[in-house]
């Protein structure tokens, strides 16, 4: 069992940047690649970006590359979302995941492709 704890989310105007932090229990972490997600009011969750289990390969949503950054240390067993050039439309509920099948590009965005999940934390852009 893979406990996931984010921490990090808030309020935060439209430009601004916040780091999310997810810390991870369990001795398997640096095993796992991972995952965040967000879920927005009344949308469904949508995938956000991925890092691979050394960290040595990164893959990101369209609607957030060149904005975010996802990067993890394993000696902390803690992955980050560093997100910049916040916008309204960022506001959300953001979830880490380990991933449980193979890196495949094809199927980072798959849901079902991840095992563990966070309880989220919540992030408001205003405009």
Known sequence: QVQLVESGGGLVQTGGSLRLSCVASGRTFSNRAMGW???????????????????????YADS???RFTISRDNAKNTVY????SLKPEDTAVYYCATRAWAWYTQTMGVEQAYAYWGQGTQVTVSS
């Not at 890092?51 to 893959?59: D, E, H, L």
């Open 81 to 84: 979302l560093q997100m910049n």
């Open 37 to 59: 997600f967000r879920q927005a009011p009344g949308k469904e969750r949508e995938f956000v970006a991925s890092i691979s289990q050394s960290g040595g390969s990164t893959y």
């Open 64 to 66: 957030v590359k060149g």
